[in-house]
């Protein structure tokens, strides 16, 4: 895989998200409802979830988080996601905002490489035939972006055919920014959700179908813009 010129994978998924706080209740019972209409995502471990953990960059002078923070309507976050620690591939991924649609692009890099990246070396983005690299290698050294903040949670993700349509609920939500390998196995501990909060996300193309928006009791919920990265970026964060 070090040697490629090309990546294994690359993914670009435009789409609408909506987000919400949840009670753990709440959860189990929209969990429940939804495995008896949707498929389960396939990584759902026995049902259950599935582990996900996300390194995030940022530029010195914190410009992913302040434009996230300061609600602008086009801006990017560049990160390393990973769904277990001895994984040989990982993801490189730009997620971007434009209006009211959410751009995400998707390279898949092999351990080496995204270990070197981690660590700053951002020249073998350039190894790779792909434009997603390639547009994250120009921002990287343009404005000197560096790694900020690992973040671990566990989803619980199900999937309708109709219109592109992902519900996921995220749990147990941690961050640090000390611990920034994003294959360590060394615990951290710091929670940054309320003991039995819950994230729930709705992701779709054009429309969620009735029958969901009324399972999902979704008028009788508070939509809430904060993303994970910037709750993992706050020295404290409850709601």
């Known amino acids: 895989m070090s040697n490629s010129k090309k990546n294994l994978i690359d993914i670009r998924i435009e789409r609408k998200e909506l987000k919400y706080y949840i009670t ?49 309507e086009e801006r990017s976050k560049y990160r390393l996601r990973i769904y277990d620690t001895n994984t040989q591939l990982v993801k490189f991924e730009i997620k971007s905002k434009r209006n009211n ?22 020249e073998l983005m350039l190894k790779y035939s792909d434009p997603v690299l390639h547009k994250a290698y120009a921002e990287f050294k343009k404005r000197h972006y560096r790694r900020v903040v690992l973040i671990d949670y566990f989803r619980e993700a199900f999937i309708h055919d109709l219109n592109g349509v992902r519900i996921v609920f995220d ?61 993992g970026r706050l020295d404290y964060f409850e709601v």
């Open 24 to 72: 753990y209740g709440e959860y189990i019972i929209l969990s429940n409802l939804l495995r008896k209409v949707l498929r389960q995502d396939k990584h759902n471990e026995a049902g259950n979830g599935y582990f996900v953990r996300s390194l995030y960059f940022d530029t010195v002078d914190n410009r992913s988080f302040e434009e996230k923070m300061a609600g602008l």
């Open 101 to 122: 649609s959410v751009i995400k692009e998707t390279a898949i890099i092999g351990r080496k490489d995204a270990d070197e990246i981690q660590n700053g070396n951002y």
């Open 171 to 231: 749990r147990f939500l941690k961050s640090t920014p000390l611990q920034l390998d994003i294959f360590s196995n060394d615990s951290f501990s710091t929670q940054k959700l309320r003991k039995g909060l819950v994230i729930m996300e709705i992701k779709y193309n054009r429309f969620v179908p009735k029958f969901l928006k009324h399972m999902l009791q979704i008028p009788s919920f508070e939509r809430r813009a904060l993303s994970k990265y910037c709750i």
